[in-house]
């Protein structure tokens, strides 16, 4: 797992930026499977979905002390509760 630092990012939501900079901390690495996950496109695309660990709604907390990368189906399991 990569080692995070606390870091805030810009309160614009839909910008991008909590994703750009989580899957960037995670090197497009899914956190639970291990997953490297890039398009293979001229220019990479990163097929990982960024997640709060806590949800924004109910923290408001951007830091990627609070973010995860994680594969899209492991995503929707977490948010589940799944694991």
Same mark, same amino acid.
Request: overall charge positive; proline content about 6%; hydrophobic content about 40%.
């Given at each position: =797992?990569?080692? @995070?630092?606390?870091?805030?990012? #810009?309160?614009?939501?839909?910008?991008? /930026?909590? !994703?750009? /900079?989580?899957?960037?901390?995670?090197?497009?690495?899914?956190?639970?499977?291990?997953? !490297?996950?890039?398009?293979?496109?001229?220019? #990479?695309? #990163? +097929? +990982? %979905?960024?997640?709060?660990? /806590?949800?924004?709604?109910?923290?408001? %907390?951007?830091? =990627?002390?609070?973010?995860?990368? @994680?594969? #899209?189906? +492991?995503?929707?399991?977490?948010?589940?509760?799944?694991?």
């Amino acid at each position: =797992m990569a080692r @995070l630092q606390r870091q805030w990012l #810009p309160e614009q939501r839909g910008c991008g /930026v909590f !994703k750009r /900079v989580g899957l960037e901390a995670y090197e497009y690495t899914c956190a639970v499977s291990g997953l !490297k996950l890039l398009s293979t496109h001229s220019s #990479p695309v #990163p +097929l +990982l %979905d960024a997640c709060h660990i /806590v949800p924004w709604a109910v923290s408001h %907390d951007d830091t =990627m002390s609070n973010g995860l990368a @994680l594969c #899209p189906n +492991l995503h929707r399991a977490f948010n589940r509760h799944l694991f």
